[in-house]
């Protein structure tokens, strides 16, 4: 297929708007399927894992291509949901147009206007399908004002629907000034006369069409202002030129449950879509200039990792250049290697057809190439460009992970790096302060996904908690103490004193050990015992079991044994010596803070900064980005940990945030005890 006869579209927008039922009408009316697969029945091409079938909604991106009228469309399923905005960037990156699917019922909802900042940052087209406009209370009308005042004067609207609700029964051609009439279950309209009773509406619509194609063109804008109306041919023209260059966003109408407009959908994406040779390149590192080249070196992005039980890893990604062959052998230079790439074919869904080739600008995918994940770039050896990964959202929500079993212990490694592989936006880290397992994600929802995926694929079942906050203890006090152990029990015993004074420390190092001893108390060799000792005995903690910090021992004098006195005896006086000082410490509780920042529209800003002060947080400023207003604030991490259920909570979903480590600071002394009193209970 040649690079001009591609066309590649991501369904993109908020959950529940029928993305998944546009790329199954898209496949019955291109003759994929022999069936209109529906989400409520879990037998669609696109979502087909058993996590989606069972919530009835995409929580990973798909590829599904067809051919219209002799063009091949890779059609790629996006999530809707927020917890996996992960699976969308990447998505982006493989497309040249986004697709965004909004239902006539609900308008533009969140994660419309998200994708749409994500999609602006790829540098790809965009254009809009109003779906289920056959359902009760769905208004072409009202949903369209809404995308206008959302996105601006770039929306144009090319169609208009014929009917409304149930009587919805086709789509009237604003250029073309032609209706398009659907019989029921058939997908393609019989061309008509628009009906007399939405001519008024033509017009309107036709002169918002006509405003936003001739301002994107000089020549058409001026003649427009001296009363000059441009010709059909100039509005197609236009049209094409403002959906490659990212000015100009066609609106088209229809239902994809009760197939109207589809046909339409498609001929438009073949039309006005761009090929991948009007698709700006990605950010790239290693030349100032490179282009889609057919005929160049290999360039492909990787944009999505799959663990199959059958084929092993199989990597999909977008070839930008170049053509691809069966076992050709290209390099990873992320890793630095080269492979052979064997077992090449085209995604449909679950299933798969295989090629010998891989036509510049395609979609296709490669079993078997182990070294190779998310974000990698396949390249001819020789070249320096590196396609930039796209940016992967920072986690916002943890679970420590634990096997059921001794059984699922020893798989449970294994698994989650396979999970992780699958899906970048995940992330696995072991905390030695509190020795637990923590797997992060973007939210409960893709945690738990994650965790089914991961015992259906890899059999592998886990416990999870809330992770433990990972508290510091320190001291305001100060003590002068001596560490004194002896053991005699027959034969050579065990003896060793050290005189140990404490205090806060003076560098700002979580622990400072001086030496200050004179006279030879204790041998010089026996000293370092003395400090593993305290460092032992300060990392169990001085009243709740957490590491200390902040703590500056002095061993300034001591006595030895000749014959009595060992390693051993003087780390068990390192040992007595913080044991007899903790009295005087003065120990406190420290508790990890974190910096968050909250971009949600205005309206909510008062119930989020209201919350943030009931969790202990100090708001440090709010900044205006757009229509959106960001809060910053610092917050203990322990109050932190599910914000992302409760901040979906207060804005319906509309905010957003992003979190980083900022300090350790003293915690309240009510708070600490309720701290104190829980680990005492747990070591209970």
Not at 261 to 272: Q, S, T
Not at 601 to 620: A, W
Request: glycine share 10%.
């Amino acid at each position: 297929m040649e690079p001009d006869r591609i066309r590649n579209v991501v369904l993109v927008g908020h959950s529940g708007s029928g993305k998944t039922a546009v790329a199954e009408a898209l496949l019955y009316a291109a003759g994929v399927t022999t069936r209109l697969g529906s989400v409520d029945d879990g037998n669609t091409v696109t979502d087909y894992e058993p996590e989606e079938i069972a919530r009835q909604s995409s929580i990973s991106l798909s590829v599904a291509p067809i051919d219209w009228n002799g063009y091949k469309i890779n059609i790629i399923d996006s999530p809707g949901y927020s917890d996996f905005i992960g699976e969308v960037r990447s998505a982006l990156r493989a497309a040249d147009l986004a697709l965004f699917v909004i239902s006539g019922t609900d308008g533009v909802e969140v994660q419309t206007e998200v994708i749409w900042k994500l999609a602006e940052e790829e540098g790809i087209a965009r254009a809009f399908f109003i779906n289920k406009l056959d359902r009760e209370r769905s208004s072409y009308t009202r949903v369209l004002a809404e995308l206008k005042e959302a996105f601006g004067t770039g929306v144009a609207p090319v169609e208009m629907p014929v009917g409304s609700e149930a009587g919805l029964r086709g789509v009237a051609g604003i250029v073309s000034e032609h209706a398009f009439l659907y019989e029921p279950g058939k997908w393609k309209g019989n061309e008509a006369d628009p009906p007399e009773e939405i001519a008024a509406e033509i017009d309107e619509v036709h002169t918002s069409l006509v405003e936003a194609v001739v301002e994107n063109d000089e020549a058409l804008l001026e003649a427009y202002f001296e009363g000059t109306m441009p010709t059909q041919e100039q509005l197609v023209d236009g049209l094409r030129r403002g959906v490659a260059d990212g000015s100009i966003y066609p609106v088209l109408c229809g239902s994809a449950t009760a197939l109207v407009g589809i046909d339409r959908l498609a001929d438009l994406i073949i039309r006005d879509g761009p090929s991948p040779l009007d698709r700006p390149m990605p950010p790239i590192e290693g030349a100032d200039e490179f282009a889609t080249n057919p005929s160049g070196a290999v360039e492909a992005y990787v944009f999505k990792t799959i663990s199959d039980p059958y084929l092993g890893r199989i990597s999909l990604f977008r070839l930008f250049s170049g053509t691809i062959k069966a076992d050709i052998v290209l390099e990873n230079p992320r890793v630095g290697a080269s492979g052979k790439l064997h077992n090449l074919f085209f995604m449909h869904g679950k299933g798969h057809a295989d090629t010998a080739e891989v036509s510049c600008g395609d979609i296709a995918a490669v079993a078997k190439l182990e070294t190779v994940t998310s974000g990698d770039t396949l390249r001819a050896p020789g070249s320096d460009v590196v396609i930039e990964p796209v940016t992967v959202p920072s986690p916002n929500m943890w679970l420590a992970v634990e096997p059921k079993t001794v059984h699922d212990d020893e798989k449970l490694s294994t698994a989650l790096a396979k999970t992780v592989d699958e899906d970048p936006a995940l992330r696995v880290e072991r905390r030695l302060e509190t020795k637990q397992t923590v797997l992060a994600g973007l939210g409960d929802i893709h945690l738990e996904m994650a965790l089914a995926r991961m015992e259906r694929k890899f059999g592998v079942q886990v416990e999870t908690t809330v992770p433990k906050v990972p508290y510091r203890e320190s001291s305001r006090g100060r003590a002068d103490v001596e560490g004194k152990h002896k053991k005699q029990s027959g034969g050579r015993g065990q003896f060793g004193v050290a005189m140990v004074r404490f205090e806060p420390g003076s560098t700002g190092e979580d622990y400072e050990f001086v030496v200050a001893i004179k006279g030879g108390s204790i041998p010089r060799a026996l000293i370092p015992a003395v400090d593993r000792g305290i460092q032992e005995a300060l990392e169990r903690g001085l009243v709740a079991g957490y590491p200390v910090v902040g703590v500056q021992a002095t061993v300034y004098d001591g006595k030895f044994h000749a014959v009595d006195s060992d390693e051993m005896s003087f780390k068990m006086a390192g040992i007595q010596a913080v044991r007899a000082a903790v009295p005087d410490l003065q120990p406190v509780l420290l508790e990890p803070y974190v910096t968050l920042k909250v971009p949600a529209p205005e309206s909510y800003m008062g119930d989020i900064i209201g919350d943030l002060n009931s969790k202990r947080g100090r708001v440090g400023g709010m900044d205006a980005n757009g229509k959106m207003r960001v809060v910053t604030a610092d917050v203990p991490m322990g109050e932190v940990q599910r914000y992302t259920i409760d901040l979906r909570s207060l804005t319906g979903g509309r905010g957003a945030f992003e979190l980083e480590f900022s300090h350790y600071e003293e915690m309240p002394p009510q708070e600490a005890q309720k701290v104190i009193a829980a680990g005492g209970a747990e070591d209970g």
